[in-house]
């Protein structure tokens, strides 16, 4: 997973391939449920783990990355399921960087989060739409595991994000601009301070401008304790280190 550089001491000596990069999807449509359109789907890789196997070999393990349903109606559209957060969507896209997007440890917002969101859009040549999300309260902890369990049964608060949204140009290739919100909460993170909830917050800002064959795609953002989120180094544990929780980050890709 090439989110560090380091200088080659060595050289080169070897070559080799894996297919833990692979993805597998399944995209499933119905025109008709509950009087609109339906669309599944079931994104997966192998970036699960690494299990020995007889031969002095790695056996990857299959990881589901999103498994999203979705309904669609004239002005409304409803989605539940794991999808990266609402208010962070744009991720950079690389063969070399699958099983983590690129920018992980520069604080890009990837994790993909179980969650249930409702989209309100008008108009057609220009589109204005409003967005709102209901996500599961997880927190990073080392190596980017994630440890959901914890911080739904301290607080039983869900993670609350918001977008607003305007597009342009066909509905299913749009350019779009748009500013989002994030809060959430976690509890007994704080051990300096004897604080026994937190507050996770951001601002959110992201853009998709087509061009021709030419696609732009950017987000930037600013808040503190959204390690929940994607937003802190691998290899660090943000839910054991008080000062690193609070922190806060600004971010761009």
Known sequence: MPVLADTDAVGVKSASATMRQTRLGVLVTDPDVLGGSFTGEIDVDFFGGQQPAPGNRTFPLLRMRRAIATVQWTHLQLMIGQETPLVSNRNPRSLAGVGVPDFSTA????????????????????????????????????????????????????????????????????????????????????????????????????????????????????????????????????ALRARRCTRKAVGAN
């Open 107 to 238: 604080g890009n917002l990837w994790f993909w989060i179980p969650q249930v969101r409702v989209t309100a859009e008008y108009g057609y040549t220009l589109r204005l739409a409003v967005q709102t999300a209901v996500l599961a309260p997880i927190q990073a902890r080392s190596r980017g595991v994630r440890d959901a369990g914890r911080f739904r049964r301290a607080h039983r608060r869900p993670y609350l994000q918001g977008r607003v949204r305007l597009a342009w140009g066909p509905t299913d290739d749009p350019s779009e601009v748009a500013i989002g919100g994030h809060i959430g909460w976690l509890r007994g993170l704080d051990s300096l301070s004897g604080d026994s909830l937190l507050t996770s917050r951001a601002v959110t800002f992201d853009t998709r401008l087509k061009l021709g064959p030419v696609e732009l795609i950017g987000e930037a953002f600013a808040g503190q304790a959204i390690a929940g989120l994607g937003g802190a180094p691998w290899g660090r544990t943000p």
